[in-house]
């Protein structure tokens, strides 16, 4: 669980080595996630990239579809 009100201390809670990933996650939530959690900001996904990423854009297809 992260929660820290130091942004410094936040991201030292992520883990620098990869972990494995549940097995019902979907390949596109596993990128997401790995994308979202880079230490790095520069290099780190943005929200604008996640709004483009496939799992939100097949996510939303999903839920627009369903009505």
Same mark, same amino acid.
């Given at each position: ?9 936040? $991201? ?33 996904? $943005? ?21």
């Amino acid at each position: 669980e992260f929660r820290d009100f130091n942004i410094l201390a936040l $991201t030292g809670e992520v883990p620098d080595s990869e972990k494995p990933y549940p097995s019902f996650l979907s390949r596109s939530v596993e990128d997401a996630i790995k994308k979202l959690l880079i230490k790095d900001p520069a290099k780190r996904m $943005t929200l604008a990239e996640l709004k483009e990423h496939i799992w939100f854009c097949e996510d939303i297809y999903q839920m627009k579809n369903k009505k």
